[in-house]
C-alpha cells in the first residue's frame, strides 16, 4: 500500500509541476530561458536541457521526484522503490496521454464506430498497463526476498565485518612496530 501511496504522490507532485495551471508562469519563465539560452547553431546547453525537462516533462520530472518521496518513506529498499514507483508513473503516465490524445479524437468523431473502436483500444491499453504493474510489483517482491536472504546470510555467516578487519590491521602494525 505504501508503494501505491508513494506512486500517487509522485504523480500528483510531476502533475502540479509540470501542467498545472497555478504554475503556468514559472514554465513560460523556464522555456523563455530555455529558448534564449540557444547559441547560434541551435545548440541548449545541458543545464537549461535538464531545468526545462524538469518543468515541461511529467516523465522526467517523476524521476526526480520519486527519488526524495522514496527516501523518505521507504517501502522495501530505496532504489527498487525508486525505480518501481518511477516506472508506475511513467506507466501512468503514458496512460494519461493516451487518454487524452483519445478524448481529442473522440471530440473530432461523428460516427459511434469510430467511438468503440477507441474504448476497445483503451481497455487493452489498460489490461497490458495492469500486466505490466503485477510483473512489476512481483519483480520487487523476489528482489526484497532475495535481499532479506542476503542480508540474512551475512547476519549469519561467520565472515569477519569491517571493524574485526581493521582490529587485525591494528595489531599487525602494532607487532610490526614492536620488532
Known sequence: MD??????VVFSLSLLLTKAKI???KRDFVEQRYEASRVADGYVGWIHRWWH???TCP??????IAIPVCLI?????PFTDIMVVFGANWLIHCLENIMFFWGKIAETADESIKIEAIVKAATKTM??????????????????????CLANKIENSD??????LKNVERKIRDLSKRK
Open 3 to 8: 508503494l501505491l501511496i508513494n506512486t500517487l
Open 23 to 25: 504554475l503556468a508562469a
Open 53 to 55: 525537462a524538469m518543468w
Open 59 to 64: 516523465m522526467c520530472a517523476g524521476f526526480w
Open 73 to 77: 518513506f521507504p517501502f522495501k529498499h
Open 127 to 148: 489490461q497490458t498497463t495492469e500486466s505490466y504493474v503485477q510483473k512489476i510489483t512481483q519483480q520487487t517482491e523476489q528482489l526484497s526476498k532475495t535481499m532479506e
Open 159 to 164: 565472515m569477519p565485518t569491517n571493524s574485526t
